[in-house]
């Protein structure tokens, strides 16, 4: 099955790769058939583990192959046409997030095989999706969210192999990423419309410290004090009951039909009454209501650079553009 030609300049390692690749689109091995091992075709061809190990990585990084412990490797899929597997780990999937994983899929190209998971931000869900996809993968790309240590899993992948999406913090540093700089978004942004907010006696801002990323909560606590308006922070609209004049800054799309919904059962009018600012801009908060006042990155951008960081093998830091979106609802 494994064929080596020691007169051709091709690699040992590549001529492993291609045998095997010919064997699986010859019928001669389909998945769940277990392939010779590394000590056999090492020794049938006089050649270093290392050599072996390094086809067999790579067929394992494109989930050609797969290896079971105390049993060998075995075919994980017959499309050899792979080459190359990224394991993307999101928090959760919302209209946005799709933006960003279409715009990333889009952009990548052919042949790139995307394996999406979701740690819903559980900490041992995050830790358990990692554990278990060491070594199957080209890339991983991270997305953090507010969970707290998580280098203490990260540093167990590759560091040349690990792109963090969306947050860094202050442990993952050292990785690339193309991240929000939710701090200065919040606060630059709310600057920007502040002769439209200063027509309200309060501000609201709507934070779970679950989901929501503390340096907002920093960046919304240095515009109240800069500005001088009257400020007040929730965990939620349930049992509040709204006043004239208020103004709601909210993360989460749950917050807002919820604070739409109050509104109609309490007569009350949208920017007249009540001011809305969401966070991250989609197609609905266009025309909900009129449309909705937003401050949002652009997820579409941020999944075509991701994609390009990997495809040119960059490793830097990139902050993803930002604006607010000036609508009805303010």
Same mark, same amino acid.
């Given at each position: 099955?494994?064929?080596?030609?020691?007169?051709?300049?091709?690699?040992?390692?590549?001529?492993?790769?291609?045998?095997?690749?010919?064997?699986?689109?010859?019928?001669?091995?389909?998945?769940?058939?277990?392939?010779?091992?590394?000590?056999?075709?090492?020794?049938?061809?006089?050649?270093?583990?290392?050599?072996?190990?390094?086809?067999?990585?790579?067929?394992?990084?494109?989930?050609?192959?797969?290896?079971?412990?105390?049993?060998?490797?075995?075919?994980?899929?017959?499309?050899?046409?792979?080459?190359?597997?990224?394991?993307?780990?999101?928090?959760?999937?919302?209209?946005?997030?799709?933006?960003?994983?279409?715009?990333?899929?889009?952009?990548?190209?052919?042949?790139?095989?995307?394996?999406?998971?979701?740690?819903?931000?559980?900490?041992?869900?995050?830790?358990?999706?990692?554990?278990?996809?060491?070594?199957?993968?080209?890339?991983?790309?991270?997305?953090?969210?507010?969970?707290?240590?998580?280098?203490?899993?990260?540093?167990?992948?590759?560091?040349?192999?690990?792109?963090?999406?969306?947050?860094?913090?202050?442990?993952?540093?050292?990785?690339?990423?193309?991240?929000?700089?939710?701090?200065?978004?919040?606060?630059?942004?709310?600057?920007?419309? !502040?002769?439209? +907010? @200063? =027509?309200? /006696?309060?501000?609201? *801002?709507?934070?779970?410290? &679950?989901?929501?990323?503390? #340096?907002?909560?920093?960046?919304?606590?240095?515009?109240?004090?800069?500005?001088?308006?009257?400020?007040?922070?929730?965990?939620?609209?349930?049992?509040?009951?709204?006043?004239?004049?208020?103004?709601?800054?909210?993360?989460?799309?749950?917050?807002? !039909?919820?604070? +739409? @919904? =109050?509104? /109609?059962?309490?007569? *009350?009018?949208?920017?007249? &009454?009540?001011?809305?600012? #969401?966070?991250?801009?989609?197609?609905?908060?266009?025309?909900?209501?009129?449309?909705?006042?937003?401050?949002?990155?652009?997820?579409?951008?941020?999944?075509?650079?991701?994609?390009?960081?990997?495809?040119?093998?960059?490793?830097?830091?990139?902050?993803?553009?930002?604006?607010?979106?000036?609508?009805?609802?303010?």
């Amino acid at each position: 099955m494994i064929k080596i030609n020691k007169n051709t300049k091709v690699p040992k390692y590549k001529q492993i790769i291609v045998s095997i690749e010919d064997a699986i689109l010859s019928g001669a091995l389909q998945k769940g058939d277990q392939i010779p091992s590394i000590n056999s075709i090492k020794n049938k061809h006089k050649l270093s583990r290392d050599t072996v190990l390094m086809a067999f990585n790579e067929l394992k990084n494109r989930g050609i192959i797969q290896s079971i412990v105390g049993k060998g490797y075995y075919v994980a899929s017959e499309n050899v046409d792979v080459t190359q597997k990224i394991f993307l780990l999101f928090d959760e999937l919302n209209s946005f997030k799709e933006d960003l994983y279409n715009s990333f899929l889009e952009h990548l190209g052919g042949n790139i095989q995307v394996d999406i998971f979701f740690h819903h931000f559980n900490k041992n869900v995050f830790s358990k999706l990692i554990n278990d996809n060491v070594g199957d993968y080209n890339y991983y790309v991270i997305m953090p969210a507010n969970l707290t240590n998580t280098n203490e899993d990260v540093k167990k992948l590759p560091k040349d192999k690990v792109y963090i999406l969306d947050q860094v913090h202050d442990d993952l540093l050292e990785y690339s990423a193309i991240y929000q700089n939710f701090e200065k978004v919040i606060f630059y942004n709310l600057s920007k419309a !502040l002769p439209l +907010i @200063k =027509k309200y /006696k309060k501000i609201i *801002l709507i934070f779970s410290e &679950d989901k929501q990323p503390q #340096s907002m909560l920093k960046g919304f606590n240095s515009f109240c004090k800069e500005s001088k308006m009257p400020f007040e922070i929730i965990n939620s609209l349930t049992g509040r009951t709204l006043k004239k004049g208020e103004l709601y800054v909210m993360p989460d799309d749950k917050s807002l !039909l919820r604070i +739409i @919904k =109050k509104m /109609k059962s309490n007569n *009350l009018l949208l920017a007249k &009454d009540i001011g809305v600012i #969401s966070y991250n801009d989609t197609l609905l908060k266009e025309i909900v209501e009129g449309g909705i006042t937003t401050i949002s990155t652009d997820f579409y951008i941020m999944g075509q650079r991701l994609a390009e960081m990997i495809l040119n093998k960059e490793k830097v830091k990139v902050e993803n553009p930002n604006r607010l979106i000036i609508r009805n609802s303010l």
